[in-house]
T-cell receptor
Framework: QQQVKQSPQSLIVQKGGISIINCAYE??????FPWYQQFPGKGPALLIA?????SEKKEGRFTISFNKSAKQFSLHIMDSQPGDSATYFC???????????FGKGTKLTVNP | ETGVTQSPTHLIKTRGQQVTLRCSSQ?????VSWYQQALGQGPQFIFQ???????GRGNFPPRFSGLQFPNYSSELNVNALELDDSALYLC??????????FGPGTRLTVL
Protein backbone atom coordinates (compact mmCIF):
# COMPACT_ATOMS: atom_id res chain seq x y z
CA GLN A 1 0.00 0.00 0.00
CA GLN A 2 2.83 2.37 0.81
CA GLN A 3 5.09 1.36 -2.04
CA VAL A 4 6.29 3.57 -4.87
CA LYS A 5 7.76 1.68 -7.81
CA GLN A 6 10.35 3.42 -9.97
CA SER A 7 11.83 2.50 -13.33
CA PRO A 8 14.27 2.16 -14.95
CA GLN A 9 16.97 1.41 -12.42
CA SER A 10 19.56 3.02 -14.67
CA LEU A 11 19.42 5.18 -17.77
CA ILE A 12 22.05 6.32 -20.25
CA VAL A 13 21.24 9.28 -22.49
CA GLN A 14 23.24 11.31 -24.96
CA LYS A 15 23.75 15.01 -24.38
CA GLY A 16 20.77 16.92 -25.71
CA GLY A 17 18.44 13.93 -25.46
CA ILE A 18 15.32 13.44 -23.34
CA SER A 19 15.53 11.47 -20.10
CA ILE A 20 12.31 9.85 -18.89
CA ILE A 21 11.86 8.23 -15.49
CA ASN A 22 8.61 6.61 -14.44
CA CYS A 23 6.95 5.93 -11.11
CA ALA A 24 3.79 4.15 -10.06
CA TYR A 25 1.98 4.13 -6.74
CA GLU A 26 -0.86 2.19 -5.18
CA UNK A 27 -2.13 4.25 -2.28
CA UNK A 28 -4.75 6.72 -3.54
CA UNK A 29 -4.35 8.75 -0.33
CA UNK A 30 -1.03 10.10 -1.62
CA UNK A 31 -1.48 13.75 -2.50
CA UNK A 32 2.02 15.12 -3.05
CA PHE A 33 4.59 13.80 -5.51
CA PRO A 34 8.11 15.30 -5.46
CA TRP A 35 11.20 14.37 -7.40
CA TYR A 36 14.61 14.57 -5.79
CA GLN A 37 18.07 14.68 -7.37
CA GLN A 38 21.00 13.22 -5.46
CA PHE A 39 24.69 13.49 -6.29
CA PRO A 40 27.20 11.07 -4.73
CA GLY A 41 27.97 11.96 -1.14
CA LYS A 42 25.18 14.55 -0.95
CA GLY A 43 21.66 14.66 0.41
CA PRO A 44 18.67 14.61 -1.95
CA ALA A 45 17.74 18.00 -3.41
CA LEU A 46 14.15 18.85 -4.26
CA LEU A 47 13.84 19.23 -8.02
CA ILE A 48 10.15 19.64 -8.77
CA ALA A 49 6.86 18.51 -7.24
CA UNK A 50 3.22 18.12 -8.22
CA UNK A 51 -0.14 17.65 -6.55
CA UNK A 52 -2.82 15.48 -8.17
CA UNK A 53 -5.10 18.37 -9.15
CA UNK A 54 -2.88 19.09 -12.18
CA SER A 55 -1.68 16.76 -14.93
CA GLU A 56 1.59 18.47 -15.75
CA LYS A 57 4.09 20.87 -14.22
CA LYS A 58 7.10 22.33 -15.95
CA GLU A 59 10.10 24.10 -14.46
CA GLY A 60 12.83 24.89 -16.93
CA ARG A 61 14.03 21.66 -18.54
CA PHE A 62 12.19 19.50 -16.00
CA THR A 63 8.56 18.39 -16.43
CA ILE A 64 6.38 16.15 -14.28
CA SER A 65 3.52 14.37 -16.02
CA PHE A 66 0.83 12.98 -13.71
CA ASN A 67 -1.86 10.41 -14.57
CA LYS A 68 -4.21 10.11 -11.61
CA SER A 69 -6.37 7.34 -13.07
CA ALA A 70 -3.35 5.17 -13.86
CA LYS A 71 -1.64 6.11 -10.58
CA GLN A 72 1.52 6.94 -12.44
CA PHE A 73 3.80 9.95 -12.73
CA SER A 74 6.97 10.62 -14.63
CA LEU A 75 9.88 13.01 -14.84
CA HIS A 76 11.04 14.29 -18.21
CA ILE A 77 14.40 16.02 -18.50
CA MET A 78 14.66 17.88 -21.80
CA ASP A 79 18.01 18.70 -23.44
CA SER A 80 19.81 16.47 -20.93
CA GLN A 81 23.30 17.66 -19.93
CA PRO A 82 26.29 15.83 -18.42
CA GLY A 83 25.72 17.88 -15.25
CA ASP A 84 22.34 16.15 -14.90
CA SER A 85 24.14 12.86 -14.24
CA ALA A 86 22.89 11.88 -10.79
CA THR A 87 20.45 9.54 -9.07
CA TYR A 88 16.81 10.62 -9.25
CA PHE A 89 14.18 9.57 -6.74
CA CYS A 90 10.45 9.89 -7.01
CA UNK A 91 8.51 10.08 -3.79
CA UNK A 92 4.97 10.40 -2.50
CA UNK A 93 3.36 11.55 0.70
CA UNK A 94 -0.07 12.05 2.19
CA UNK A 95 -1.65 14.31 4.80
CA UNK A 96 -0.88 13.55 8.40
CA UNK A 97 2.77 13.29 9.28
CA UNK A 98 4.07 14.04 5.79
CA UNK A 99 6.51 11.19 5.59
CA UNK A 100 7.96 10.73 2.14
CA UNK A 101 7.82 7.26 0.61
CA PHE A 102 10.63 6.98 -1.92
CA GLY A 103 11.17 4.89 -5.00
CA LYS A 104 14.42 2.97 -5.29
CA GLY A 105 16.04 5.53 -7.55
CA THR A 106 17.25 5.83 -11.14
CA LYS A 107 20.89 6.41 -11.90
CA LEU A 108 21.06 8.74 -14.89
CA THR A 109 24.21 9.07 -16.96
CA VAL A 110 24.33 11.72 -19.66
CA ASN A 111 27.17 11.14 -22.09
CA PRO A 112 28.86 14.17 -23.66
CA GLU B 1 19.02 31.89 5.22
CA THR B 2 21.03 28.78 6.08
CA GLY B 3 20.16 25.32 4.86
CA VAL B 4 19.90 22.07 6.78
CA THR B 5 23.16 21.04 8.43
CA GLN B 6 24.11 17.71 9.97
CA SER B 7 26.97 16.50 12.13
CA PRO B 8 29.15 14.58 12.09
CA THR B 9 29.81 13.92 8.40
CA HIS B 10 31.13 10.43 8.96
CA LEU B 11 31.11 8.10 11.94
CA ILE B 12 32.49 4.65 12.59
CA LYS B 13 31.11 2.58 15.47
CA THR B 14 31.25 -1.04 16.54
CA ARG B 15 28.31 -3.35 17.01
CA GLY B 16 26.50 -2.82 20.31
CA GLN B 17 27.57 0.80 20.73
CA GLN B 18 25.30 3.81 20.82
CA VAL B 19 25.39 6.82 18.48
CA THR B 20 23.91 10.34 18.42
CA LEU B 21 23.49 12.26 15.19
CA ARG B 22 22.61 15.95 15.05
CA CYS B 23 20.63 18.15 12.70
CA SER B 24 20.03 21.89 12.49
CA SER B 25 16.90 22.73 10.56
CA GLN B 26 16.55 25.42 7.93
CA UNK B 27 15.67 28.83 9.29
CA UNK B 28 11.92 29.14 9.88
CA UNK B 29 11.23 25.40 9.69
CA UNK B 30 9.53 23.80 12.71
CA UNK B 31 9.41 20.17 11.56
CA VAL B 32 12.28 17.71 11.29
CA SER B 33 12.14 14.27 9.72
CA TRP B 34 14.82 11.60 9.80
CA TYR B 35 15.47 9.06 7.05
CA GLN B 36 17.81 6.11 6.67
CA GLN B 37 19.31 5.52 3.22
CA ALA B 38 21.03 2.18 2.69
CA LEU B 39 23.52 1.94 -0.16
CA GLY B 40 21.76 1.88 -3.52
CA GLN B 41 18.31 2.41 -2.00
CA GLY B 42 15.87 5.25 -1.54
CA PRO B 43 15.60 6.94 1.86
CA GLN B 44 13.28 5.28 4.38
CA PHE B 45 11.31 7.32 6.91
CA ILE B 46 12.37 6.81 10.53
CA PHE B 47 10.31 9.45 12.39
CA GLN B 48 9.24 13.07 12.38
CA UNK B 49 9.28 15.74 15.10
CA UNK B 50 7.03 18.77 15.23
CA UNK B 51 7.38 21.30 18.04
CA UNK B 52 9.42 18.88 20.17
CA UNK B 53 6.90 16.02 19.92
CA UNK B 54 7.22 12.84 17.83
CA UNK B 55 4.68 13.22 15.05
CA GLY B 56 4.84 9.91 13.23
CA ARG B 57 7.14 6.94 13.03
CA GLY B 58 8.18 4.50 10.34
CA ASN B 59 8.92 0.81 10.67
CA PHE B 60 11.99 1.13 12.88
CA PRO B 61 12.55 -0.50 16.30
CA PRO B 62 12.46 1.48 19.58
CA ARG B 63 16.26 1.55 19.76
CA PHE B 64 15.92 4.37 17.22
CA SER B 65 14.86 7.43 19.20
CA GLY B 66 14.97 11.16 18.78
CA LEU B 67 14.62 14.58 20.26
CA GLN B 68 13.70 18.00 18.99
CA PHE B 69 14.83 21.11 20.85
CA PRO B 70 13.07 24.49 21.26
CA ASN B 71 15.19 25.94 18.44
CA TYR B 72 13.87 23.07 16.23
CA SER B 73 17.24 21.35 15.94
CA SER B 74 17.09 17.60 16.41
CA GLU B 75 19.01 14.49 17.45
CA LEU B 76 18.73 10.91 16.31
CA ASN B 77 19.92 8.30 18.79
CA VAL B 78 20.51 4.68 17.93
CA ASN B 79 21.23 2.16 20.70
CA ALA B 80 22.69 -1.33 20.44
CA LEU B 81 24.05 -0.74 16.96
CA GLU B 82 23.77 -3.58 14.45
CA LEU B 83 25.73 -4.11 11.26
CA ASP B 84 22.59 -3.37 9.21
CA ASP B 85 22.42 0.10 10.72
CA SER B 86 25.29 1.11 8.44
CA ALA B 87 23.73 3.73 6.16
CA LEU B 88 23.47 7.39 5.30
CA TYR B 89 21.22 9.13 7.83
CA LEU B 90 19.39 12.09 6.42
CA CYS B 91 17.62 14.88 8.19
CA UNK B 92 14.97 16.94 6.40
CA UNK B 93 13.34 20.11 7.63
CA UNK B 94 10.04 21.65 6.63
CA UNK B 95 7.16 23.68 7.84
CA UNK B 96 4.33 21.64 9.39
CA UNK B 97 2.94 21.02 5.91
CA UNK B 98 5.20 21.51 2.96
CA UNK B 99 8.32 20.68 1.06
CA UNK B 100 11.08 18.81 2.84
CA UNK B 101 14.63 20.00 2.40
CA PHE B 102 17.41 17.54 3.14
CA GLY B 103 20.78 17.99 4.75
CA PRO B 104 23.96 16.37 3.43
CA GLY B 105 23.60 13.37 5.74
CA THR B 106 25.78 11.48 8.20
CA ARG B 107 27.48 8.35 6.91
CA LEU B 108 27.43 5.74 9.71
CA THR B 109 29.54 2.63 9.44
CA VAL B 110 29.02 -0.14 11.99
CA LEU B 111 31.85 -2.68 12.26
Amino acid sequence: QQQVKQSPQSLIVQKGGISIINCAYENTAFDYFPWYQQFPGKGPALLIAIRPDVSEKKEGRFTISFNKSAKQFSLHIMDSQPGDSATYFCAASMKGPEKLVFGKGTKLTVNP
Amino acid sequence: ETGVTQSPTHLIKTRGQQVTLRCSSQSGHNTVSWYQQALGQGPQFIFQYYREEENGRGNFPPRFSGLQFPNYSSELNVNALELDDSALYLCASSMRVGEQFFGPGTRLTVL
